[in-house]
Structure formats: structure tokens, C-alpha cells
């Protein structure tokens, strides 16, 4: 059973950065898209950003310019480099991925979590 290990949270202050990491791991099967979503205390989850197998990134506006969604094929694993931290950026931050198996059914992973805390 495939599962998403994250790892790179914890407590910055504001204008500094963090870099997350997951990886996936176990069973049989392809990555199609990985990303990160967050959700802060009383709010729903959001996404955060995207990366399709293609390379192609899809950015929430809050974060554009100053996050970066990127993958290590070989290592199966997606990272986000999140600078200029801000204390709205404080969240628990999860990573997902579509992963395709051996008989082509796609599933949606999610990762256990990890708390990124920005203080002002």
C-alpha cells in the first residue's frame, strides 16, 4: 500500500523560509500529479500548489512568487520551497499524489501532515 512520508515543517519567523519534503513509497505505481494543500486552525483545507508529471505547476495567488512545487523523479518524491513566510502561512501543510497502479486505477494519496508555524 503506497504511502506519503512528509517531512520540513516547523516554526520560522516571518520573512523566512522552510522547505517541505514527501516522499512516496511501497506497492507498485506511477505518479501522475503531487501537490500540497494547507489548513490553518477554524479553516478549510486548501490547495497550495500543483505538479503534473509533465512538469506543469498550478499556484494558489497567496503563494505566487514566493512558494516553489518541485520533483524528484528518481526519488519519488515532491518538495515546497516556501520563502517570505508569512504568519497567514501558518498551516499544517499535506502533501498528495494521483498514483496510477499496476491495473491503471488512479488513487488520491494524502500525507500525514506537518505543521509549519510563521511567527510575526
Known amino acids: 500500500q503506497p504511502q506519503l512520508v512528509e517531512s520540513g515543517g516547523g516554526l520560522v519567523q516571518a520573512g523566512g523560509s522552510l522547505r517541505l519534503s514527501c516522499e512516496a513509497s511501497?506497492?507498485?505505481?506511477?505518479?501522475?500529479?503531487m501537490g500540497w494543500h494547507r489548513q490553518a486552525p477554524g479553516k478549510q483545507r486548501d490547495l497550495v500548489a500543483t505538479?503534473?508529471?509533465?512538469?506543469?505547476?498550478n499556484y494558489a495567488d497567496s503563494v505566487k512568487g514566493r512558494f516553489t512545487i518541485s520533483t524528484h523523479d528518481a526519488k519519488n518524491t515532491v518538495y515546497l520551497q516556501m520563502n517570505s513566510l508569512k504568519p497567514e502561512d501558518t498551516a499544517v501543510y499535506y502533501c498528495?499524489?494521483?498514483?496510477?497502479?499496476?491495473?491503471?486505477?488512479?488513487?488520491?494519496?494524502w500525507g500525514q501532515g506537518t505543521q509549519v508555524t510563521v511567527s510575526s
Open positions: 511501497g506497492g507498485v505505481f506511477t505518479i501522475n500529479d
Open positions: 505538479i503534473t508529471s509533465h512538469g506543469s505547476t
Open positions: 498528495t499524489a494521483d498514483l496510477q497502479d499496476e491495473y491503471t486505477i488512479v488513487r488520491k494519496y
